[in-house]
């Protein structure tokens, strides 16, 4: 479990005791379903991470709601995107192994996750990772009810394949961004698991120095 977990519920397991001892064990319910549901929902278990080195696996768990071609700066992309409602697991994982290249933090609104927009106009953290010859953009983005992005590691550290690299706090979205001769393995409408599901196979070669610039400045990405 997220520790972020226990910081929610323990405080409400503490209003509960008091609020049962002062009044009624009846007003003790509401705070205790809450705590429960908190250390539900920042529940992390252990994944099967694919050994494939030129597997995508997807950052987050939910459901597949977008695969889009995109252009960012003068590379064409594609671009997956996966709604995560509050049921899902919210721990976010690396979809590559690889180095981090660059973080970059984007303040903006907090629409509706599975907007269509939302990948330009809402906060947002967008990261990324280049390894064994390829490069790979992923975004954790806000959503209606996500106020908070948490990220880990630094720009330069090393990343492994379905290693854990944060959370969005309650429904949100996450997106990859990678090289559109990449092989798509899912469809709209699959549900994913970070971590272990696999989004798409890319091919092992050097980067064009065009996409660096254009991932590093974290150049917003229109569909065509």
């Avoid at 671009?79 to 976010?92: D, G, K, T, Y």
């Avoid at 599901?197 to 091919?203: G, P, R, S």
Wanted: hydrophobic share 45%; charged share 20%.
């Amino acid at each position: 479990m997220v520790r972020d977990g226990y910081f929610y519920a323990v405080p409400l397991i503490a209003a509960a005791v008091l609020l049962g001892w002062l009044t009624s064990p009846v007003w003790a319910i509401l705070p205790c379903l809450l705590a429960f549901f908190f250390l539900w929902f920042f529940r992390d278990p252990e994944r099967a991470i694919p050994q494939d080195p030129d597997a995508v696996v997807s950052p987050g768990d939910g459901t597949v709601t977008d695969i889009s071609p995109v252009t960012v700066g003068n590379e064409k992309q594609t671009r997956i995107s996966i709604f995560l409602s509050v049921f899902n697991v919210h721990v976010n994982r690396s979809p590559i192994s690889g180095v981090i290249r660059d973080i970059r933090y984007q303040r903006g609104k907090f629409l509706d996750a599975r907007s269509q927009n939302c990948a330009e106009l809402n906060e947002q953290n967008i990261v990324t990772v280049e390894g064994d010859g390829h490069r790979v953009v992923f975004k954790q983005i806000a959503g209606l009810l996500a106020r908070r992005i948490v990220f880990y590691p630094k720009i330069g550290d090393r990343l492994e394949r379905g290693q854990r690299v944060g959370l969005i706090k309650f429904g949100s979205r996450v997106d990859v961004v990678l090289d559109a001769s990449a092989r798509v393995d899912v469809k709209i409408g699959d549900k994913v698991q970070g971590g272990a599901t696999v989004l798409a196979h890319v091919l092992s070669q050097p980067a064009s120095v065009g996409a660096q610039a254009g991932a590093a400045a974290g150049v917003s990405s229109q569909v065509r």
